[in-house]
């Protein structure tokens, strides 16, 4: 093929066509071999196809400029999944979109998307060493505006600047001990832990104590100047991503051990907290997720919280002697703290059991009927097995379902019962296989175990939506029950109401089993009202079918 022809045919490069006929005055130059295999390659459609595509590629980068329109999508992901949680039950469109964009290909893209997008893919250089006498010494100046946030050491002190310091043990210098993530400190990039505090608003802190310097900035207005010598370590902070439940209550104000009163973080038992950072072991950072833009508090690690809780256990029983006491059960469950949580999506046609935990006779059973009587089709609850003998108009199946102690025993030895229990020299339980029968027809699954089931049944295969059913106060309870004629639970023949002794048991096994396991519970309703009890039972039910919850993480992942 001629250079005359590869310039005619509108396919071939231009530049190749060029070497071609150049390669004309190069023959007295070079030998004969060696032009055949230049011209061999330059005409080869292969090499013409490669630098066509070269130029395209080059082409678009150079005039068209491609970029982004954003490089937060996956936040924006998890926007619209909140969004369209609320509205599934709504619109078939909702539904299909909500479960289209929880497909992890889909949810990978957009992650690999927002890398890119923000050039997270650029190797992190080290920083370039700065060349300086062995006497000198780096210095760091840095100007921070005064506001509503602690600095402070040994000595609570009013808020400043979102840090705390502390005396070096070894040195005597006052130095940065913690960044709270989210404060000025923080936000600013140029503090560090570790750093040494030279100057505040040009006043020498050396020899002086946490105290003093905490009096100079108390007694700062507006900008506050601080001189620093830089620790070696001087890694910006990340924010974990760990979300937990707490399964206490905690209040700094009543803390003696907290570094800093001001920069603690209250909360309750039940509240979802975002540990942003566990550098500390005994102090981690947190923020209450519905409070994201907050800045970080201190609160106990999972470590001093349950050595505080083994301590309290011990100076108890110490001053009890031998003596058996109310909380022997508490002794014998793990100690609650912290659960790390996650939020689980519903998925379509399966649907959560749900477990109505409460005191004997508070009306949990009656709840279970009530709400399984408005639409049978979708709320069933499975026949128990019993070991006792069958009564009079009791039918095989309907009630209970009979069967012998020998049997039964075996049964639970192979783990075939989510739950059981003796009650009266007869077994009774729960058998796996008929929740999951329930939950695989698209049915929404009732149980009313007793509450010593409840870690029996909080479970990965099985991931509960936990409510407990409370009892009122003493009168209400009497009032209520007595006013609607109730019968006694207790009473196997059904004919006589509740006792004052009943009921004073009930509220007693109310108030233990919130003890024990009211950290585990995902929803309370008070059973004063049975009409309002049953109408919020009906609404968690709808929240539990339709609305991304807090759950285990290890059911999520």
């Known amino acids: 093929m001629t250079a005359e022809v590869m310039a005619a045919d509108a396919n071939w490069d231009p530049a190749l066509s060029k070497l071609v006929s150049s390669l004309k005055e190069t023959e007295t130059l070079s030998s004969e ?12 459609k292969e090499l013409n196809a490669l630098v066509n595509v070269h130029s395209k590629v080059a082409k678009v980068g150079r005039d068209d400029k491609l ?60 920083e370039i060493p700065v060349e300086m006498d062995e006497d000198e010494e780096t210095i760091k100046i840095v100007q921070l505006v005064k506001s509503n946030e602690p600095l402070a050491g040994a000595q609570s002190a009013e808020p400043i600047v979102g840090a705390t310091i502390k005396t070096d043990e070894d040195t005597g210098k006052i130095i940065i001990a913690r960044i709270m993530h989210g404060g000025a400190a923080d936000r600013s990039g140029l503090i560090h832990v570790g750093d040494e505090v030279i100057e505040v608003n040009g006043i020498n802190v050396e020899g002086k104590t946490p105290g003093d310097v905490l009096q100079i900035l108390q007694n700062s207005e507006g900008t ?174 309907r009630e209970y379902i009979f069967i012998s102690r020998e049997k039964m025993e075996a049964d639970v030895s192979a783990g075939k019962f989510i739950e059981h229990g003796e009650y009266k020299g007869h077994l009774y339980g729960t058998s796996a296989e008929s929740v999951k029968s329930i939950v695989n027809a698209g049915c929404v699954c009732i149980l009313s175990p007793h509450y010593q089931a409840i870690k029996a049944l909080r479970t990965v295969q099985l991931k509960p939506f936990m409510i407990h059913i409370k009892p009122p106060s003493f009168d209400v309870l009497k009032e209520t029950r007595t006013a609607s004629r109730a019968k006694s639970t207790f009473d196997e023949t059904n004919s006589r109401g509740f006792t004052d002794e009943e009921f004073q048991d009930m509220v007693k096994h109310g108030e233990r089993i919130d003890f024990l396991y009211g950290h585990y519970f995902d929803e309370e309703i008070l059973n004063d009202d049975l009409a309002t009890a049953l109408e919020k039972l009906v609404n968690c039910v709808q929240r539990a079918e339709n609305e991304p919850l807090w759950a285990p993480a290890s059911w999520v992942q």
């Not at 289209?100 to 923000?118: E, F, M, T």
């Open 33 to 44: 071999q060696e032009i055949d295999f230049l011209k061999t390659l330059l005409e080869s």
């Open 67 to 126: 970029a982004p329109l954003l490089s937060t999508s996956t936040q924006v992901l998890l926007e619209v999944l909140e969004q369209l949680s609320q509205r599934c039950h709504l619109s078939p469109i909702c539904k299909e979109a909500f479960y289209l964009l929880q497909n992890p290909h889909l949810q990978s893209l957009l992650c690999a998307h927002d890398a890119i997008a923000q050039k997270d893919f650029y190797p992190h250089l080290p």
């Open 224 to 397: 506050i100047t601080f001189k620093l010598v830089p620790s070696d370590g001087k890694g910006g902070q990340r924010e974990s991503k760990v979300r937990v439940r707490a399964h206490f209550d905690y209040n700094p104000e009543n803390d003696p051990y907290i570094p800093c009163k001001e920069a603690g973080l209250a909360f309750q038992r039940g509240d979802i907290l975002h540990i942003v950072s566990q550098d500390d072991a005994y102090w981690w950072q947190a923020r209450k997720e519905s409070e994201r833009t907050a800045r970080a508090g201190l609160i106990p690690s999972r470590a001093l919280q349950e050595r505080r809780v083994i301590h309290e256990r011990t100076q108890r029983d110490t001053t009890d002697g031998d003596s058996k006491t109310e909380n022997d059960d508490f002794d014998r469950e793990m100690i609650a703290t912290y659960e790390e949580v996650a939020k689980l999506y519903p998925r379509p046609g399966v649907f959560r059991p749900v477990v109505l935990i409460g005191a004997p006779g508070v009306g949990r059973n009656e709840l279970k009927r009530r709400l399984t009587a408005r639409d049978p089709e979708k709320f069933r609850s499975p026949v128990p097995y019993t070991t006792r003998p069958i009564r009079q108009g009791e039918v095989p199946g």
